[in-house]
C-alpha cells in the first residue's frame, strides 16, 4: 500500500511537471505572438491537478493526497470546492485537508463555498454541529470572517433540517466571532424560536422585524412565511390577544398578508367566534385581489364553512357551499367533510346524508371521520336502523373502523334504549383485546353510575388501570357522582383504593377538602328562595334577550343613518361578484358592526377533560351536579358564588345547571336573572340553555312565546334536538295546542329525527287529557311498533289511559231504568 501510494505521487508528480513544461513551452510561444495572457498557463495548470484531486478524492479520500506534491492555491482550493460531480463529504474532508495536514489558511472566498456547500445540498445529511463548529473555530484562527448573508443561509439549512437548537446556536457563534447581526436574519429566527416553542422569543424577535420599517415602508422585508408560521403558533397556543395584535402590526406597518396568510386569520378568528372578523378579512381579501394574485382559494371556502359550522350557522353555510361550486372552484374532501360533520351535530342527518351521496358520486371516497360523523348523527337522531346499515357500508367499503368508531356505537346504543346491546359489544371488543380505550371504559362506567351499579363500575376500575388505560377526570367525576348519590359521601377512600395512579384524585380530594374549608368560612347570606341573579324586567321579554341584535349596541347611531348605511352596503354588492352571498354576508357585517354570538352548536360539558387547565371550572359543575341532584340548591348557589367571586369563569354547563333547578322550583324571575348574566359574561346558550327557556314558558302558560322563541332560533340557523321537541310539544300540549303539537312532529320528522319513548309519551299524554283517546291509543301501537321500550312514566300514563277509556265506556253504555227512555 506504501508503494502504491508512493507510486501514485510520483505520477502525480510526473503529471505536474509535465503540464509545467508543456504550460511553460506553449506560453513561451503564445508570449511571443502575444495572443493569451500569462494567467491561461496556470489555470490549466490548476484545473488539470483539480482534476486529479477529485479523481483521487472520489476514490480514496485524502489518503493518498501528497501535500508536499501539491502547489496549494486559492484558485486550485475553489477549483476542487466547485466540482459538482464531487461528494460533499469529500469537500468537507479536502478543505479539513488542507488546513490540517499542510496548514494551509482558507480565504473568505473557501469559507464562504464549503458553508454553501453544506447547505445547499438536498440530503443534507452533511449537515451537523461538528462540521460547522469546526469550520467556525477555524474560521476564527485564519482570522477571516465571512458576510451576514451565508450565516443567514445556514440558519435556514438547520431550520429546515429540523436543527432548530443548533439553529438558535448558529446566533451564539456570531456573537464570539464579532459578526454583525443583520435585520435580514430576523425572519430565519422568528421561524426558528416558533419551531422551538419559545413563542415569547419569537414575538420579540417579529417585534424587531417590523421596527425596521421607517415611513411605511419596509427596509428588511417581513417575510410571509415567517408571519404565517407565527399565526399558526399562536392560534395552536391559544394566544388570542397575542394573535391579534400581530395582525393589528402588520396594518399599521402595510404589511399585506398573503392567500396563506388571510386563509389562517380567518380560520383562527372564526374559530374563536369572532365571525365579523372572518368576513371583513373576507371582504379585504378580495378588494386586494384586483391588484394582486391573493384572491380566495378553495381553503378560504372550507375555512368560512368550517367556522359558519362551527358556529351554528348551517342555513348559511350550505348556501355558499353551494356558491363555491359556481365560483370556479370544485370542493374537495375536506369540504364533504365538513359539511357532514355540521349536519350531524346539527340534527340534520337527511342533508348530511344528501352531502354524503353527492361525495360518492363525484368519486371521492369517505374516510374514517366522515363515517364517525355520520353514524354520530344518525345515532343522536334515533335512527338506529340506518346507523347499522351505515356501519355494515363502511366495513364493506373497507374503511377501517376505529376506537372512535365503537365509542359512538356502544355510546349511541346506551342512550337509544340498548344499554344490554351496547354493553355486549363492549364486551366482546374487550375479549378480542382491540378497539377499546380509555374513553370506552369511561363511557361504561358512566352507565353503570347512571344505573346505581357502583361495585360493577369500580370493578371497571380496576380492570381499566391493569390493561393500562388512565382513568381521567370524567371517570372520576362520575365515580363520585355515583357513589354520592347513593349517600356515601365519605366513601373517597374506596376510589384510592380502586386507582393506583392517584395524582389526579388527590387533586379532587384536595379540592373537595378546600371547598368544604370555604364553604364553612362564609356565613349563609342567601336562603334557598332568594335570588343570587339581581335583574330588571320579566321573564316574558326572553325573546328581546335571545335575539340576533336585541340588546346589542351596533356602535353605528340608529335611525335614518343606519338605514343608509344598510342601503350603502348593499349598493356595493358587485353583479359579476363569484361569490354574492358572501359578499351580503361581509357586507353585514360592516353595516351592523359585530355579531353577537347568542348560540353556541356545542353543547357546555360537566367535564371539558382539558387537565389541569379546566380542573377548577371542571371540579365546580361536578359538585354542583352532586349539590343540585340532591335537591341541596342553596348549597349549589353558594358554592357558586364562591368561585365566580374567585375570578373563575363559569360556562354554559354552570349556568345550565343552576337554571334548570330554579326552574324546577318555579323561580322564573332568577332564571331571567342567570340569562342576563350569561348575555353580559358573552357565554352563548346553548340547545340545553333552550330547553330550559322553553320548559319555563310552558309552565308559566305561555306556549305562545315558547314557539316564537323556536322559530326564531331556526330561521337564525340554530337547530332543535329531539329534547327541545319534546318540551315543546309538552308546553304545547300543556297549552291546549295539540294540532301544533302533531304539527310539530311532522316537522320532527321532516328534518331526520325519530321519535324516542318520551315523544311517545308526552304525545299519549296530552291526547288522554284533552279526550283523544283513540289518537291516545294509536300513539301507543306507533310507540311499540317503533321498539321504544316502555318505562314507569308510560306505566303512569297508560293507567290514566285506562281509566279515561273505562269512564268513557260507561258514559257510553245505555242506561236501564226509568230514566232510559
Known amino acids: 500500500m506504501i508503494w502504491d501510494a508512493n507510486l501514485s505521487s510520483c505520477r502525480f508528480f510526473v503529471l505536474w511537471r509535465s503540464c509545467r513544461c508543456f504550460c511553460s513551452s506553449t506560453f513561451g510561444q503564445l508570449k511571443r505572438s502575444k495572443s493569451i495572457p500569462t494567467q491561461s498557463s496556470q489555470k490549466l495548470g490548476n484545473l488539470l491537478v483539480a482534476a486529479h484531486i477529485t479523481k483521487t478524492l472520489s476514490r480514496s479520500g485524502t489518503q493518498n493526497l501528497d501535500a508536499d506534491s501539491i502547489p496549494f492555491s486559492e484558485s486550485l482550493v475553489q477549483h476542487v470546492l466547485r466540482k459538482t460531480s464531487l461528494d460533499p463529504f469529500k469537500k468537507i474532508e479536502f478543505f479539513k485537508w488542507c488546513s490540517d495536514t499542510h496548514g494551509y489558511k482558507h480565504s473568505t472566498e473557501a469559507y464562504t463555498q464549503i458553508f454553501r456547500v453544506l447547505c445547499r445540498t438536498r440530503s443534507r445529511s452533511h449537515l451537523n454541529d461538528n462540521v460547522v463548529q469546526y469550520l467556525f473555530s477555524a474560521m476564527k484562527n485564519d482570522g477571516v470572517l465571512v458576510d451576514s448573508a451565508i450565516f443567514k443561509l445556514l440558519l ?33 429566527v422568528v421561524i426558528a424560536l416558533v419551531r422551538k416553542n419559545q413563542l415569547g422569543l419569537a414575538l420579540t424577535m417579529f417585534t424587531r422585524l417590523l421596527e425596521t420599517s421607517s415611513g411605511g415602508v419596509a427596509t428588511v422585508p417581513c417575510e410571509p412565511v415567517a408571519c404565517n408560521e407565527l399565526l399558526v403558533a399562536l392560534k395552536r397556543a391559544e394566544m388570542k390577544e397575542e394573535f391579534r395584535k400581530v395582525i393589528s402590526s402588520l396594518r399599521e406597518n402595510n404589511i399585506a398578508l398573503d392567500t396563506w396568510g388571510y386563509n389562517i386569520c380567518i380560520h383562527s378568528l372564526g374559530c374563536w367566534g369572532d365571525l365579523e372578523a372572518s368576513f371583513r378579512l373576507f371582504r379585504e381579501m378580495k378588494e386586494s385581489s384586483a391588484g394582486a394574485c391573493c384572491g380566495p382559494d378553495l381553503c378560504t371556502y372550507n375555512s368560512l364553512i368550517h367556522v359558519l359550522c362551527l358556529l351554528g350557522k ?62 354520530d348523527g344518525f345515532l343522536k337522531a334515533r335512527k338506529l336502523s340506518e346507523a347499522c346499515q351505515l356501519f355494515e357500508k363502511m366495513t364493506q367499503d373497507g374503511i377501517r373502523a376505529t376506537c372512535w368508531t365503537y365509542n359512538i356505537l356502544i355510546d349511541g346504543l346506551i342512550k337509544n334504549d340498548r344499554a344490554i346491546a351496547g354493553y355486549t359489544l363492549f364486551c366482546d371488543l374487550k375479549k378480542k383485546g382491540q378497539f377499546v380505550d380509555g374513553i370506552t371504559y369511561s363511557i361504561i362506567i358512566m352507565y353503570l353510575c347512571r344505573e346505581g351499579q357502583i361495585d360493577e363500575a369500580l370493578h371497571l376500575v380496576e380492570e381499566m388501570e391493569s390493561r393500562g388505560f388512565v382513568v381521567d377526570l370524567v371517570t372520576i367525576t362520575s365515580l363520585l357522582i355515583g357513589l354520592y348519590k347513593q349517600g356515601q359521601w365519605n366513601s373517597t377512600e374506596r376510589l384510592m383504593r380502586c386507582i393506583r395512579d392517584g395524582n389526579l384524585l388527590h387533586s379532587v380530594l384536595r379540592w373537595k377538602a378546600n371547598m368544604e374549608a370555604s364553604m364553612k368560612q362564609q356565613q349563609k347570606t342567601r336562603e334557598d328562595y332568594t335570588p343570587i341573579f339581581p335583574a330588571q324586567g320579566n321573564f316574558s321579554e326572553i325573546v328581546d334577550l335571545l335575539s340576533v341584535d336585541g340588546g346589542t349596541d351596533s356602535g353605528i347611531g340608529s335611525g335614518d343613518e343606519e338605514l343608509s348605511d344598510m342601503e350603502s352596503g348593499s349598493a356595493d354588492v358587485d353583479e359579476w361578484s363569484s361569490s354574492p352571498y358572501m359578499d351580503q354576508l361581509a357586507n353585514e357585517v ?176 296530552i291526547h288522554t287529557k284533552v279526550g283523544r283517546l283513540k289518537d291516545a291509543h294509536k300513539f ?7 321498539g321504544c321500550l316502555p318505562n314507569n312514566v308510560t306505566d303512569t300514563i297508560l293507567d290514566r289511559l285506562g281509566k279515561e277509556m273505562e269512564k268513557f265506556r260507561h258514559q257510553k253504555a245505555p242506561t236501564n231504568g226509568k230514566g232510559a227512555d
Open 156 to 188: 435556514d439549512a438547520f431550520i429546515h433540517s429540523g436543527q432548530i437548537d443548533s439553529a438558535l446556536g448558529i446566533l451564539d457563534q456570531m456573537e464570539d466571532l464579532g459578526a454583525t447581526f443583520s435585520p435580514h436574519m430576523y425572519n430565519s
Open 590 to 765: 360592516k353595516c351592523n358592526g359585530q355579531f353577537f354570538k347568542w348560540f353556541s352548536l356545542s353543547k357546555g360539558r360537566r367535564v371539558e377533560a382539558k387537565g389541569m387547565n379546566s380542573f377548577d371550572i371542571d371540579m365546580v359543575n361536578t359538585y354542583l351536579s352532586i349539590f343540585l341532584a340532591k335537591g341541596q340548591l342553596s348549597t349549589a348557589c353558594k358554592l357558586f358564588e364562591i368561585f365566580t367571586d374567585m375570578g373563575a369563569d363559569a360556562g354554559s354547563y354552570t349556568y345550565n345547571s343552576i337554571m334548570s333547578s330554579f326552574v324546577k322550583k318555579g323561580y322564573f324571575d332568577q332564571t331571567w336573572g342567570i340569562l342576563n348574566e350569561m348575555g353580559e359574561n358573552l357565554c352563548p346558550a346553548d340547545v340545553a340553555t333552550y330547553n330550559l327557556v322553553i320548559q319555563s314558558l310552558g309552565k308559566m302558560g305561555r306556549a305562545d312565546l315558547a314557539k316564537s322563541i323556536l322559530d326564531k332560533l331556526v330561521k337564525e340557523g340554530g337547530y332543535l334536538d329531539i329534547v327541545m321537541y319534546n318540551t315543546l310539544m309538552s308546553a304545547l300540549g300543556k297549552a291546549g295546542r295539540v294540532e301544533e303539537a302533531l304539527k310539530l312532529l311532522k316537522q320532527m320528522r321532516k328534518s331526520g329525527i325519530n321519535p324516542d319513548t318520551v315523544t311517545f309519551n308526552t304525545l299519549i299524554e
Open 780 to 786: 301507543l301501537r306507533m310507540m311499540l311498533d317503533a
Open 314 to 375: 348551517l342555513k348559511d353555510a350550505l348556501i355558499v357551499w353551494e356558491e363555491l361550486k359556481h365560483s370556479g372552484h370544485e370542493p374537495d374532501a375536506f369540504t364533504y367533510r365538513i359539511l357532514i360533520q355540521g349536519c350531524s351535530k346539527s340534527y340534520q342527518v337527511e342533508v348530511a346524508t344528501r352531502i354524503f351521496n353527492e361525495m360518492l358520486c363525484n368519486g371521492f371516497q369517505p374516510d374514517t371521520v366522515v363515517y364517525n360523523s355520520l353514524l
